[in-house]
């Protein structure tokens, strides 16, 4: 035990004219009565209430001067004070009535506080109880004395600074030897704003501490002081209070509040701890990188290694269990391919525990060693006291991510496909992480599959143009004659002089409507039946109110939405959009079939008909074995989807309006191409100049001509491939022969080669007639 006066951050800070004095006289005074209210048993109070009463007489009552003369009585507190407790290394003190000083303590206590030792303010904030102000410990005890205020704990935290590790600790004061006096007529509190309150903030309490002075009182004996240990208590608040205010830890400061508190979790040297919270898209766990530096399972690039993720790293998320190695003996996990991964690493000591809430796998925590540290069960039992919390914080930061993540790609993006989804939330992580960090100029990474094999297909209307054109012929010269027969009737009526420049203005667009180059003056003709005509009849009214209603069935019938004028148009649309349904089901059908294969990237695009786009490859989705002997599967399936797509629209052809006809087209693209998504159209298009081929290609190869002839290549009741490598040929041949054993294609193959298109050359193209049931 020491004599040593030192001071201690108690929040406690005498006031000007507040007096306090050492004495041990509570302290006997206390031991007193205690005899006087027990008859017997009393053996070692009395025995100090005499040895007391003597050294005061000798030595006067204890003050700061005369300590050392006061050793061995102060010791014998130690062991008669009451609630001391009796273990070794106690951190315990005798301290001033107003305890801003220590002057007598054991050893431990004083190396407690006399190096990288400070108080922080407490994490919970909900009452009174945890609201600190100055001097807050004197208001509230002589509250309790004067006023029968029932006590209030008052909360007092430090942190110990260790190296890097930090260690929680919590004052107690014990006042019981405490005698306080007030100099004057106590003075009357308003306890109005406490009154039938359960619970107390610092401004219900506020007016009743400006109702009193505590520089009128004095304070006279000792306090003791004692610091507990309250590490897994504080670090537990604060796990709490994140989970409590998720949305507010953002950016750097978060991050580092996090990672302050995980570090706490474990206090041991040569220990590290990873916590990674998992959101898992489509089978795939993405989250920022900066919460992965630390983890060794998830962390750099051992996340996104092939063999690492075919090894066992995918399985074992999907089935998490303790992975664990090089623990005291009986802590081991069982071997795999993952573990052994692990274990070359160069980690002398590893553990992982999934976290798990409401049955799903929401976070790992993980704890490793190198060099000569290892873990033990020891450490192992304090983090499983914190497991709830980790879970629970886990899942709430994933929901939190995850509501982000979905903002981002709502606003960069569009709804996309599952088959590329963890690419793209991968992409908005990193971008996440970045805003996280507060970098100055965040950026979306480019969105890239490398090296992925097109297949592409289109099914088109046969003349579609010129039946488009015709049915706008028809309608449009419907709305002519009735025009025309409204100004012969206006004629009669002799007020056609009401506008003789609509007369002419009409006269013009009748030539347009007969002539042979109706496309070219459309838009014309659509104005003057939007815009002229309208006011035509305005003016027709006001010059005959007579004929108004007439005028108004006029309105009506030139409407675009009135049927009967725009009939033609609207078969041909009805006919058109049949034909798309059916199409695009059948493509669906087959997007199905390639999804079972190998999942891939499917678009299609509406023109007068439908085509599509699809993109394989191991970059598409890594998890998934990629042989190239599914290209050939994939592609017999292209052909047999076409194959019913024209067998479909042939029968249907029948019981359309307009007996609409459809081409069926093939590309095979020899080698793998490089995709990128580009945001202003949000869909993806080819990479690089050399890709830039294929897609020249796709948007010409329709119009293509045999070679020497004017024979077009696509001809409705037929399947056209075009290709232009020779080594295509052989597995071409073979594909469409198995095709025609089942029916769906004759067998016969017309090989040919095709005319030069502007800027493609060498094009070649095998042709095969559908079985039309």
């Known amino acids: 035990m020491l004599i040593k006066t030192r001071r201690i951050d108690s929040n406690v800070l005498p006031a000007e004219g507040l007096e306090e004095s050492l004495s041990l006289w509570p302290f006997l005074n206390h031991l007193q009565k205690t005899l006087a209210e027990q008859d017997e048993g009393m053996l070692v109070p009395k025995i100090a209430s005499e040895l007391l009463l003597e050294k005061i007489k000798q030595s006067g009552d204890i003050t700061e001067d005369n300590l050392a003369s006061y050793k061995e009585l102060l010791e014998s507190l130690y062991h008669l004070a009451k609630g001391v407790s009796k273990k070794k290394n106690q951190q315990w003190a005798l301290g001033f009535p107003v305890p801003d000083k220590v002057f007598f303590g054991t050893q431990a206590f004083y190396d407690l506080i006399d190096t990288d030792f400070q108080r922080v303010e407490s994490t919970k904030s909900n009452s009174f109880l945890d609201v600190e102000f100055v001097n807050k410990q004197l208001y509230l005890l002589i509250l309790e004395r004067f006023y029968g205020i029932p006590a209030i704990h008052s909360r007092l935290r430090y942190v110990k600074r260790t190296g890097k590790f930090n260690r929680y600790y919590e004052l107690e004061i014990d006042y019981s030897y405490v005698e306080i006096q007030p100099k004057s007529e106590l003075p009357k509190l308003n306890l109005t704003s406490i009154k039938n309150k359960d619970s107390l903030s610092y401004k219900d309490i506020e007016p009743i501490l400006r109702g009193f002075d505590i520089s009128q009182f004095s304070f006279t004996g000792f306090t003791i002081c004692s610091f507990v240990d309250c590490h897994e208590a504080h670090v537990t ?204 100029e965040p950026e979306l990474e480019k969105i890239v599959f490398n090296r992925v094999y097109p297949f592409y297909a289109a099914v088109d209307v046969k003349d579609s143009s010129l039946l488009r054109n015709k049915s706008y012929r028809e309608d449009i010269l419907k709305r002519v004659d009735f025009v025309a027969s409204l100004i012969d009737r206006m004629k009669d009526r002799g007020v056609l002089s009401v506008d003789k420049t609509f007369v002419d203005r009409f006269d013009e667009v009748n030539k347009w409507a007969t002539g042979s180059n109706l496309e070219h003056y459309l838009l014309d003709i659509l104005s003057f039946f939007q815009e002229d005509v309208p006011a035509f009849l305005d003016k027709l009214e006001k010059a005959e109110p007579s004929i108004k209603a007439s005028l108004a069935q006029c309105r009506s019938k030139l409407q675009y939405s009135y049927e009967d004028m725009n009939s033609s148009n609207e078969s041909f649309e009805r006919s058109l959009q049949k034909i798309n349904q059916v199409v695009k089901a059948e493509m669906n059908l ?103 081929r294929y897609q020249i290609i796709k948007k010409r190869i329709d119009k293509a001509l045999i070679l020497d002839t004017d024979e077009r290549l696509v001809q409705p009741g037929h399947i056209a491939v075009v290709y232009s490598r020779s080594q295509i040929a052989r597995d071409l041949r073979v594909c469409l022969q198995e095709v025609a054993q089942m029916g769906l294609i004759e067998p016969n193959i017309e090989e040919v080669q095709l005319e030069n298109l502007q800027g493609v050359s060498d094009l070649k193209a095998m042709r095969v007639k559908i079985v039309l049931k």
């Open 237 to 440: 608040e604060q796990l709490q209070g994140l989970i409590n205010n998720i949305s507010i830890y953002t950016g750097v400061d978060g991050l580092n509040l996090l990672n302050d508190i995980l570090a706490n979790i474990v206090n041991f040297e040569g220990v590290k701890s990873s916590f990674y919270p998992i959101l898992k898209l489509n089978g795939i766990p993405v989250l920022s990188s900066d919460m992965a530096k630390d983890s060794m399972l998830l962390g750099d690039s051992v996340f996104y290694d092939k063999e690492i993720i075919q090894g066992g790293l995918m399985k074992y998320l999907d089935n998490p269990y303790i992975l664990s190695f090089g623990v005291e003996e009986g802590v081991e996990s069982r071997a795999s391919e993952l573990k052994r991964s692990l274990q070359k690493t160069g980690l002398t000591s590893y553990i992982c525990f999934p976290l798990i809430h409401n049955q799903g796998l929401v976070g790992i925590f993980e704890l490793y060693t190198k060099d000569e540290a290892r873990l033990n069960r020891n450490m192992l039992i304090q983090v499983r006291s914190f497991y709830a919390l980790l879970a629970q914080l886990a899942y709430d930061i994933v929901l939190s991510f995850k509501s982000e993540l979905n903002n981002v790609i709502l606003h960069k993006y569009t709804s996309l496909q599952s088959a590329v989804e963890w690419k793209f939330n991968q992409v908005a992580a990193e971008y996440l992480g970045e805003v996280i960090q507060l970098s100055p």
């Open 590 to 692: 087959f997007n199905a079939q390639v999804q079972e294969v190998f999942p891939s990237y499917f678009e299609t695009f509406r023109t007068d008909g439908v085509e599509y786009d699809l993109y394989v490859g191991p970059s598409i989705s890594p998890r998934n074995t990629f042989k190239m002997g599914m290209l050939n599967q994939i592609r017999k399936e292209q052909i047999i989807s076409i194959a019913k797509i024209g067998q479909a629209t042939h029968q249907l052809k029948a019981s359309l309006s307009i007996p609409l006809e459809t081409t069926q087209l093939i590309f095979i693209h020899p080698n793998p191409i490089d995709i990128s998504f580009r945001e202003d159209e949000r869909r993806f298009d080819v990479e690089g100049s050399y890709n830039i």
